[in-house]
């Protein structure tokens, strides 16, 4: 085998073993942590995740990265509204009721 398959499969396995411990670790977070604490766990996952992925989108400076991570940071408790409450759908204002449809 070449040098270069040995090191593919060097990397495949380094990557299967980091998933495996990972998902131990999720599956950890999420059963056995008080909910509160599942969600600041999940909240520095995605975080951190965005940092990472900012630079996918080629943002050169750190304040840049920072900004599109911040950006997400806000997103977050919208998309925790949007999801979790029953009522996340409709809300009323000044008596009148106005929902959210998805076309």
């Known amino acids: ?6 090191a593919a499969k060097e990397a495949l396995g380094k990557r299967i073993a980091t998933a495996s411990v990972l998902a131990a670790v999720l599956l950890v977070v999420v059963l056995w942590l008080p909910p509160m604490a599942t969600v600041v766990v ?3 996952l995605v975080l951190a995740g965005g940092w990472e992925w900012s630079a996918f989108l080629r943002l050169r400076s750190s304040v840049a990265r920072a900004t599109y991570v911040a950006v997400l940071a806000a997103l977050l408790p919208t998309a925790w509204f949007l999801t979790v409450t029953p009522t996340a759908s409709a809300w009323q204002r000044d008596g009148e009721t106005f ?3 998805w076309a």
Do not use: K
Not at 1 to 6: E, H, K, L, T, Y
């Open 99 to 101: 929902e959210f449809r």
């Open 1 to 6: 085998m070449s040098s270069a398959g040995v």
């Open 42 to 44: 999940l909240t520095a």
